[in-house]
């Protein structure tokens, strides 16, 4: 790699498998002047709280924190949609200097009167934690003359990184577990935690674990209720898939209520079977395990044939991922080992030193392990390895295109299933389409390398260049 890629203090965060023992480092403040993939604290927030449909949110904050968070994923509601609407404070100069309780008092009381949902959640952002305004003071007081639960959540965007987001998420949902009515919820129930409902994906999963024989009582926080949420101490197991965002939740659920958690995966074959079959061990239930192994049979029969043919085609090429979390990174990794695929680098936003340890065991020799990347370190790597397919978020997509790279979006805003077995079929057919798509035969890089490989094959031959 050229050194003009990665700077001096990046180098610590980068592992290229093989050519060096095992070692990273992750977890940290984003270096400055580095333009990290990351977003804030408060996005961290906003994209695990978002999904809850029947909930006011409100950005105590300028503009541009609202504009930036609005309507930010995919994730599909079967009732309410308040959630896609951003409401948001607009602190101006005058507020910054005299304080923007009042504002945000109004403004809770306008829309608590205007939308009566069953909950609000209130972000603070940067400049709310710099003048200091007393937002927990502001919620209890509406709180009391509305009603309703009126959730701070205190995710001052300069705090820290996205993973301080999850757990002020967290902290925040925290205060509504526990005031539900629990009676008549089965002992084979659980709540899934984590999926955020993006194009019907917690539906599909729902539909899998009722069918099994388990009642799901809280959707923590795809296609998510807050009366769902107020009741969810009443299951017995917390099924939470990706290794940030809401497992803080349910580490709070065990301390508190004793509720158990398994971490699963609904990506790939492998993660989502071996995620049915968690649940059924849990369970002790053979009746229930039985199920899982015959829907697993009958899912796999249905998508094996249209899976083969996409493999034949995929077969060899090579794959960059790029996530937020690396929970979701092992599954992509097996998942392109299902369509015939390597995978040549992999990283993450806010993968832990577990989580990279476990990604260089299954990776393959050379493979770039990157923690908190940015667009020129992405780039080089693309480049270096000469990748068919790019995946990742809305921050990675120009990127590939820019260099002339095939492109999956495996994040919030994608309009297609990746979930369950269904989802691992629509994946490889994403790939597929995007891998074998002519259309990168006349851009830049490819024209380019063709241009190369002609010119070293003439000048192999002797003819003039
Ligand atoms: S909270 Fe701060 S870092 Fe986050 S969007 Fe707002 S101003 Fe930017």
Avoid at 162 to 176: S, V
Avoid at 204 to 211: D, G, H, P, T, V
Wanted: charged share 25%.
């Amino acid at each position: 790699m050229k050194a003009s890629a990665v700077l001096r203090e990046r180098e610590s965060q980068i592992h290229r498998k093989g050519k060096e023992p095992f070692s990273i480092e992750c977890n940290k403040e984003s270096l400055a002047g580095a333009v990290s993939q990351r977003a804030c604290v408060f996005c961290g927030s906003r994209v695990v709280l978002y999904p809850i449909a029947d909930a006011l949110h409100l950005v105590h904050g300028p503009i541009g924190c609202a504009v930036y968070t609005w309507d930010i994923r995919g994730a599909l509601s079967s009732g309410p949609e308040l959630h896609r609407l951003s409401f948001s404070t607009d602190l101006q100069e005058m507020d910054v200097i005299f304080g923007g309780e009042k504002k945000l008092y109004n403004a809770l009381i306008e829309l608590i009167d205007r939308h009566s949902p069953k909950a609000a959640f209130v972000y603070s952002t940067c400049i709310v934690g710099i003048i200091g305004d007393d937002m927990g003071a502001v919620c209890n007081r509406v709180s009391k003359e509305k009603g309703i639960p009126v959730l701070p959540v205190m995710s001052e965007g300069f705090k820290g990184n996205k993973r301080e987001g999850y757990q002020a998420a967290c902290d925040a949902m925290f205060k509504l577990v526990g005031t539900g009515d629990t009676t008549a919820i089965s002992p084979h129930s659980i709540n899934i935690l984590g999926d955020f409902n993006l194009a019907g994906e917690i539906w599909l999963i729902q539909e899998y674990f009722n069918k099994i024989g388990i009642e799901v009582v809280a959707k923590i926080t795809g296609d998510g209720r807050v009366d769902d949420i107020r009741r969810a101490h009443g299951a017995s197991l917390n099924v939470v898939q990706c290794s940030g965002a809401t497992m803080e939740l349910a580490n709070m659920m065990k301390r508190d209520f004793g509720i158990p958690s398994v971490r699963v995966s609904y990506f790939g074959i492998e993660d989502m079977a071996d995620a049915l079959y968690d649940v059924a061990e849990f369970f002790k239930d053979p009746v229930i395990m039985d199920k899982a192994k015959s829907l697993v049979r009958s899912e796999i029969e249905k998508i094996m044939p249209e899976l083969n043919r996409y493999k034949a085609a995929l077969k060899g090429k090579k794959a960059a991922i790029y996530v937020g979390g690396a929970f979701k990174a092992f599954s992509l990794v097996k998942a392109f080992r299902t369509i015939g695929m390597d995978v040549v680098m992999v990283g993450s936003q806010t993968g832990t030193k577990e989580d990279y340890e476990e990604l260089q065991e299954i990776t393959d020799q050379g493979t770039i392990i990157v923690d908190d990347s940015n667009p020129l370190e992405l780039s080089s790597f693309l480049k270096e390895k000469d990748v068919d397919v790019f995946v990742g978020g809305v921050k990675e997509r120009p990127i590939a295109y820019k260099l002339g790279v095939a492109f999956c979006d495996h994040n919030h805003e994608r309009k297609e299933m990746l979930a369950g077995f269904q989802g691992m079929l629509n994946f490889a057919k994403e790939v597929y389409t995007s891998v074998m798509s002519p259309v990168w035969k006349f851009v830049p890089r490819r024209t380019k390398r063709e241009f190369d490989v002609g010119l070293v094959e003439r000048i192999n031959k002797g003819e003039k260049p």
